[in-house]
């Protein structure tokens, strides 16, 4: 079953949104098999964000995703992947449409509430740096 990794951040926890947006993926269907409030620290953030790190943004990037903590999440289900995209809608709040969750909860590009794995290989990626395997919870759920 295809996994995905999530994390409300920094400014998301702040406003209190973590129940909120787990419940979207609840109600949606996905199964969590892993959660955790943390701080990032600024090595996992620059690890984490590898990709951007020639971007011009990059600097405030690490800087605001280590500035509180964020819930990580491991979630799975068939599809995974793109049904949580679709869930949070475009990275930029201003072209996420409403009804998504950086349609309804963001504003701004750099504090777009949540974070989540665009690909397979970006998921294993992104769980194996944040979680260790015992950290995820494998059971059997009626839906
Ligand atoms: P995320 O899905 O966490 O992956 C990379 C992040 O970079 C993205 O969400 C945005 O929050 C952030 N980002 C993209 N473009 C910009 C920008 N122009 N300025 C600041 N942050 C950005």
């Known amino acids: 079953m295809e996994k995905t990794f ?37 090595e996992l953030a ?8 020639e971007k011009p943004f990059f600097n405030e990037l ?11 999440m491991v979630w799975e289900g068939e599809n995974a992947i793109e049904i949580a995209r679709q869930m949070m809608g475009k ?15 963001g504003l701004t590009v750099g504090k777009n509430v949540i974070h989540g794995s665009d690909s397979p290989e970006s998921a294993e990626r992104e769980i194996q740096l944040f979680f260790k395997a015992e ?4 059971y059997d759920r009626e839906i």
């Open 91 to 105: 990275t930029n709040p201003k072209d996420a449409l409403s009804g998504t969750i950086r349609g309804d909860f």
């Open 135 to 138: 950290e995820l919870v494998e």
């Open 6 to 42: 999530l994390m409300v951040k920094p400014d998301g926890v702040q406003r209190q949104l973590i129940g909120q947006i787990v419940s979207r993926f609840e109600q949606k269907g996905l199964k969590l098999i892993g959660a955790k409030l943390m701080k990032i620290s600024e």
């Open 46 to 53: 620059q690890q984490h964000y590898g990709e951007h790190k």
């Open 62 to 72: 690490v800087q605001f995703i280590t500035s509180g903590p964020v819930f990580a």
